[in-house]
């Protein structure tokens, strides 16, 4: 079992950065590919970037690229996503989540755990 803990969230001004931080329990978690996800009122959860387990290779959502970087470290446990020049339509819950498959990356039901999210609100 893995229980996923993010923080970091909150409210900041368009164009500003925030790191998102995701702490799994166990002492499995460079076992997991990790990823962060987003859901916005009224949207369904999207995909936001992914990591494998080594950190060795990430993938991102489209409107991720070049503003948002996802990292890991293996010995603090601790996943991050790093989001710099963020919009208002950035506003979402972020999720992190664990997976141990190693195919369809991008779609949710391939994670086996998930965190209960952090709120993070991008200001006009």
Do not use: H
Not at 92 to 113: D, E, I, Q
Request: proline share 3%; glycine share 10%.
């Amino acid at each position: 079992q893995v229980q996923l803990v993010e923080s970091g969230g909150g409210l900041v001004q368009a164009g500003g950065s925030l790191r998102l931080s995701c702490a799994p329990s166990g002492r499995t978690f460079s076992s997991y590919g990790m990823a962060w996800f987003r859901q916005a009122p009224e949207k369904e959860r999207e995909f936001v970037a992914t990591i494998s387990r080594s950190g060795g290779i990430t993938d991102y959502a489209e409107f991720a690229k070049g503003r948002f970087i996802i990292s890991r470290d293996n010995a603090k446990n601790t996943v991050y996503l790093q989001m710099n020049s963020l919009k208002p339509e950035d506003t979402a819950v972020y999720y992190c989540a664990a997976r141990s498959a190693v195919t369809k990356l991008r779609t949710p039901a391939t994670y086996n755990y998930w965190g209960q999210g952090t709120q993070v609100t991008v200001s006009s």
